[in-house]
């Protein structure tokens, strides 16, 4: 499933398709089963990043590499 400003969407790709389409967008892949716009985020609470007050995990595995990308993207606005 797709949660987007537009509505839901369904689709059969798979995430690691939708990740290397993505990443040129500003997504990131913050867990197994999780792509997430970064230009979204508004910010991180406990291990999940928020956006529009909906909490989606962060892997341990992912969190450095994470917040390295959420730094970069708050000093460039």
Same mark, same amino acid.
Not at 44 to 65: A, L, M, Q, Y
């Given at each position: 499933?797709?949660?987007?400003?537009?509505?839901?969407?369904?689709? #059969?790709?798979?995430?690691?398709? +939708?990740?290397?389409?993505?990443? /040129?967008?500003? @997504?990131? #892949?913050?867990?197994?089963?999780? +792509?997430?716009?970064?230009?979204? /985020?508004?910010? @991180?609470?406990?291990?999940?990043?928020?956006?529009?007050?909906?909490?989606?995990? /962060?892997?341990?595995?992912?969190?450095?590499?994470?917040?390295?990308?959420?730094?970069?993207?708050?000093?460039?606005?």
């Amino acid at each position: 499933m797709y949660y987007t400003s537009r509505g839901d969407y369904c689709s #059969r790709i798979t995430m690691k398709e +939708l990740e290397e389409k993505l990443t /040129v967008h500003n @997504f990131f #892949r913050c867990a197994k089963g999780y +792509l997430v716009n970064m230009n979204h /985020v508004e910010g @991180f609470v406990g291990s999940d990043c928020v956006i529009h007050n909906v909490h989606i995990p /962060v892997s341990r595995t992912r969190k450095k590499e994470f917040m390295n990308l959420l730094l970069q993207n708050i000093n460039m606005e």
